[in-house]
């Protein structure tokens, strides 16, 4: 069967450290797809069937990749199973996705959305509304604010342990973000629930990534800020890009700043490499500003 092979193709990564949640859930799509057409191995038909029902090229395309190295590893055990041409929906180029900055008030409408969530008088709409103001408030990765716990809550911020890098770091809180969060705790602890995740549903269990991306796809269609299903639009990691480029807006202007900024941006940000936060940041109108007012100061001379 198919979902066997998949379940240990999974199991393999997992094992060597990979999360593999976004491309199991790609495959396990697919190997549904597969055996519900009869398919005991892989079809290089069936994976270019299964692709093109993606609403866009690059997703086709994704698709048609993610499957084709499962095929792969799959070829090399059995040779029955079919490896597709990675060409086979075209030559892809990589082309990088302009993130959308959010406005003060974007963010507003979101958490004004989530706190609207049913069903009313639990902590589901609360845990949302705290989650999307933590992003917006501390840039961190989606995947680092589910797995919160409630002990790596401190009185010098938050320690964030499961990292992209495997890298731990503590993640001081604006007061405000800190007095928004205490108000979080304070229903979050009195909910009987055996889990110790910081972001629970109304369940009691803790908050999973699919959960977490459709709401956010519902309430952002719900406030004007995305399209129907099926089109691209706003992401919640574009929250991390926001927190990036305000950051910088604020820093003061001169280069020796600018320079330490970074530096400590990219440390609260969790990158490997401080090249890595430059991909964070986005032309805004205040950064233009800034760069046009530093232009004509060293015309001046002045810088």
Partial sequence: MLSDDLDRHISLHHALGFKFRTQSLLLRNFAAYAEARGDRVISAERILAWAV????????RNRL???RRFAIAMHAEDGRHEIPAADALGRGLFTR???????????RRLMAAAAALSPAGTIRPLTFTTLFGLLAATGMRISEALALRLAD????GLIIDKTKFKKSRLLPLHPSTRRSLEAYLAV????????DALLIGST????AYPTVIAIFLRLM??????GSSGRGGLRVHDLRHTFAVRSL????????????????????????HVTDTYWYLQASPALMTHIAEAGEALQRGEA
């Fill in 249 to 272: 807006e604020e820093c003061p202007r001169n280069a020796a700043a600018v320079s330490r900024h970074i530096v400590a941006l990219s440390t609260y940000l969790g990158h490997a």
């Fill in 65 to 67: 990749l993610e499957v």
């Fill in 153 to 156: 809550i401190t009185d010098d």
């Fill in 97 to 107: 996705r302009i993130p959308y900055i959010y406005s003060q008030d974007d963010i």
């Fill in 204 to 207: 009691g269990e803790a908050v």
């Fill in 188 to 195: 979050r602890l009195r909910v009987a629930t055996e889990s």
């Fill in 53 to 60: 029902e993606a609403p866009s090229p690059q997703q086709r």
């Fill in 221 to 226: 269609r719900s406030i004007g800020l995305r």
